[in-house]
């Protein structure tokens, strides 16, 4: 008797579990299930409120799902077309002092006086603010830089020009950031941080300004089209230090690469033979950089 109560206790013992086990599971389904973000969440990077939902979050959002103009793109430079026709872009920009803004989605920094401009096919656009990504949003050639700048310029008719220039760790800091990356706001700012040091935006592009240009989009929501790109080729140095700083708080903000379709990416002569520059070392000196992959 004994024994047979044993088994049936075993048995029933056996049932419980695999009715817990089931109602787990059950869960785990129904999380994997729930598809649909939250009605008025914020956009984010990871998610219910990842860059393949922004579209659902509102409807002004359309474009990150609809649009054929968008942003970031992979510039693969078989794509590109050199042309004479191009007009070589004018920067004027000039030391100038920013605040810095945490916005919950990068540190942006937002000039203090205006003044700094640059001029496109004879249109001139006057920079608004400049922020970073992590890693960096533009490709090339199917490889990610450790982080993008983007300058965002609009001019009088309200139409965007954003200037991109990627980020590659090296030995040393990156002087004119300094301050920048010191003192990056960890919270959410209600008010911008002013910065003390001027910053000359001059100092902090690279030497060789050869750019790839095509229209795309905001690469945040709403993924406004009708953006002018200019993708410098030649990247700028960090400090790995410098990374983690700004790492530490914002962790991840890329948009995943969109569809080019038709549009044509163009650049001024010279720009497909140029090598991308690999950083220097701590003494300066530029490391002996291979020859471009082949495409
Ligand atoms: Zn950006």
């Known amino acids: 008797m004994g024994k047979v109560k044993k088994v049936m206790n075993r048995i029933a013992m056996f049932v419980v579990f695999l009715m817990v086990a089931v109602v787990i599971n059950g869960c785990a389904f129904f999380k994997k299930e729930a598809t649909v973000p939250p009605v008025g969440a914020n956009w984010s990077y990871s998610g219910l409120t990842s860059p393949e939902h922004w ?10 799902d609809k649009g054929f103009q968008q942003s970031p793109i992979d510039i693969m430079e078989r794509d590109v ?5 191009l007009k070589k872009m004018e920067i004027n920009y000039h030391p100038s002092f920013f605040s810095l803004e945490n916005n919950g989605h990068t540190i942006e920094a937002n000039p203090v006086t205006s003044g700094n401009k640059i001029l496109i096919d004879g249109t001139s656009y006057a920079l608004q603010q400049f922020h970073f990504h992590i890693p960096s949003e533009h490709q090339f050639k199917g490889k990610a ?6 300058l965002v310029h609009k001019n009088q008719a309200g139409n965007l020009a954003v200037i991109a220039v990627f980020m590659t760790v090296s030995e040393n800091d990156n002087e004119p950031f300094l301050e920048l990356f010191q003192h990056l706001p960890i919270e959410e700012t209600k008010k911008d941080v002013p910065m003390k040091y001027a910053i000359d935006l001059n100092s902090v592009l690279p ?3 050869f ?9 945040t929501p709403p993924c406004s089209e009708g953006v002018t790109w200019i993708i410098m080729k030649q990247p700028i140095f960090l400090s790995g230090e410098q990374l983690v700083e700004f790492r530490n708080i914002i962790h991840h903000n890329a948009r995943p690469i969109q569809l080019r379709y038709w549009r044509r990416i163009f650049a001024e002569p010279g720009t497909k033979d140029m090598t991308v520059e ?17 495409e």
């Open 55 to 64: 579209h659902q979050l509102d409807a002004k959002n359309k474009l990150c």
């Open 81 to 85: 077309e050199e042309t004479k026709k």
């Open 145 to 150: 830089f450790d982080m993008e700048m983007h």
């Open 207 to 209: 030497l060789k300004k």
């Open 211 to 219: 750019a790839y240009r095509y229209p795309g989009s905001l690469t």
């Open 278 to 294: 690999t950083p220097p070392t701590a003494d300066g000196q530029s490391i002996d950089s291979s020859p471009s992959a082949a």
